[in-house]
């Protein structure tokens, strides 16, 4: 099987429009209302489980957006932005916590706000305490990952969108198998857009498995080990 390369990136940007999840009703709700141009709530933190979608939701909003989790001191954090995302604050280094500390205080100074993301809420992050408190008195909401039902509808949309047909077989074979996270979910799914169109084959399950596998050895370019379930 040749290798596939592929952009590590979903091909749609994330939006709004595009974020899968409606258990998430409520967050999402609080979160459209905190964007709103005359909410003055400074601060809104998202915690909820790896793959729940937070960083999706941190990249679709228009605020300046840093990784710790990629930038643990934040010396990418733009200094003179009035809005800012802060994803993966669990990874934070000390000298990224100051740096955090001191941006949450001149937000609140300038009318400013901050949109931060992490695993679990403010008060059980290993942060010091006086930014854990910071952190914690602002708006808080858990984003929670997709059930299963959730995750067949992301499947179908996505694949949709790229024009695949998924037979119910096909379809119940990939909910029981691949990563609830959209950005690996739209990963995988381009290389079976991919692998379908070259092997001039429909998206069947022996095709899937093929994909599959080749996915858990890393024999695709661009798809992360995600941990998929046995073939």
């Keep these: 099987m040749r290798q596939l390369i592929l952009d590590l990136q979903p091909e749609t940007p994330p939006s709004f429009d595009n974020f899968v999840g409606d258990g998430n009703s409520e967050t999402l709700t609080g979160l459209a209302a905190w964007l709103a ?18 960083s999706h939701l941190l990249r679709a909003s228009p605020a300046a957006y840093c990784d710790a989790g990629q930038d643990p001191v934040l010396s990418t954090l733009a200094p003179e932005a009035d809005f800012c995302a802060v994803d993966h604050l669990e990874s934070l280094a000390p000298a ?3 740096a955090l500390f001191n941006t949450i205080n001149r937000l609140r ?3 400013g706000r ?14 010091r305490e006086d930014l854990r408190t910071r952190l914690g008195s ?5 984003l929670r990952a997709l059930d299963d039902a959730e ?7 996505q694949a949709l969108a790229r024009g695949l047909r998924l037979t119910e077989d096909a379809l119940r074979y990939l909910s029981l198998r691949v990563p609830r ?3 690996s979910l739209s990963a995988l799914l381009a290389a079976i857009d991919r692998y379908s169109l070259e092997q001039k084959r429909p998206v ?3 095709l899937l498995r093929e994909v599959l596998r080749a996915a858990s050895t890393n024999r695709f370019a661009g798809i992360p080990d995600h941990g998929t379930r046995p073939l």
């Design 37 to 54: 141009p005359d909410n003055r709530e400074p601060l809104f933190f998202l915690w909820g489980e790896s793959g729940a979608g937070k």
């Design 181 to 183: 996270d959209m950005r």
């Design 114 to 127: 901050l949109l931060a993301a992490a695993n679990d809420p403010p008060l059980r992050l290993a942060l």
């Design 109 to 111: 100074a300038d009318g």
């Design 138 to 142: 602002g708006l808080v909401y858990r």
């Design 96 to 98: 990224g916590q100051i």
């Design 204 to 206: 069947t399950v022996p």
């Design 151 to 157: 995750q067949i509808a992301a499947i179908q949309e």
